[in-house]
């Protein structure tokens, strides 16, 4: 029940195009939705994040879709870079405990080709 | 504002030998978190301290490895008699003090190899 299951493993998109990466969660008592981009050797940045009591999120080229009741979510990548090639988690977490237990997904690798 | 700082940044190891890894959080922050990231996986919590305290360690495994953060100086996270499978990244991150609704800061992380 505390997993995050995130689809695809790994993705390949033309630049100027739209990358799409999907989450799915069993627990409903998760009430915070970040995502995260992480470089090679480097440590996880956050990028966008989403609470369950909206629909949709939207920073600049990046924007989270959030279906509440097929517990998914996703992450869509705008006019997509070669600065955006990295790997992206999905996370979630309960904050009414009062610290950010984080669930992570198990990441996609981006390629964006130029 | 320097951010998370981890060292070392990487660390070999023979099985049986112990590991200490250490986190400094960012200038302000309180609250330290611990995540494990094998290999093609993605990060898993291990466990949550604020100053001299254990706040969560549901995610430590219960043998051969302990946290702390003291009063002053770094995060410590060791693994005693380390084992192949132990071979992996270790990320710590930082946030402020109050409500869980802070972001948690990332450091770059120490992957750890066990030989």
């Known amino acids: 029940q505390q997993q995050v299951k995130q689809s695809p493993q790994s993705l390949i998109v033309q630049k100027g195009g739209i990358s799409i990466i999907n989450c799915a969660y069993e627990?409903?008592?998760?009430?915070?939705f970040p995502w995260y981009q992480q470089f090679p050797g480097k440590g996880p940045a956050l990028l966008i994040a989403?609470?369950?009591?909206?629909s949709e999120k939207k920073e600049g080229r990046f924007t989270i879709s959030f279906n509440k009741s097929a517990k998914q979510f996703s992450l869509h990548i705008m006019d997509s870079q070669p600065g955006d090639s990295a790997t992206y988690f999905c996370?979630?977490?309960?904050?009414?405990?009062?610290?950010?237990?984080?669930?992570f997904g198990t990441g996609t690798r981006l390629l964006v080709s130029p | 504002n320097a951010g998370v700082m981890q060292n070392p940044r990487h660390l070999v190891r023979r099985r049986g030998q112990e590991a200490r890894l250490r986190c400094s959080p960012m200038?302000?922050?309180?609250?330290v978190y611990w995540y494990r990231q094998l290999p093609e996986e993605g990060l898993k919590f291990m466990v949550y301290?604020?100053?001299?305290?254990?706040?969560?360690e549901s995610g430590m495994p219960k043998e051969r490895f302990s946290a702390e953060f003291p009063k002053e100086g770094p995060s410590i996270l060791r693994i005693q008699q380390v084992v192949r499978g132990d071979s992996a990244a270790y990320f710590c991150?930082?946030?402020?003090?109050?409500?869980?609704?802070?972001?948690?800061?990332f450091g770059p992380g120490t992957r750890l190899t066990v030989t």
């Open positions: 991150a930082s946030s402020p003090p109050g409500l869980a609704d802070y972001e948690q800061y």
């Open positions: 989403i609470r369950p009591d909206v």
């Open positions: 996370a979630a977490t309960l904050r009414n405990t009062g610290f950010q237990k984080l669930v």
């Open positions: 627990n409903t008592a998760f009430d915070y």
């Open positions: 301290l604020q100053k001299e305290n254990i706040i969560d």
């Open positions: 200038k302000g922050h309180s609250h």
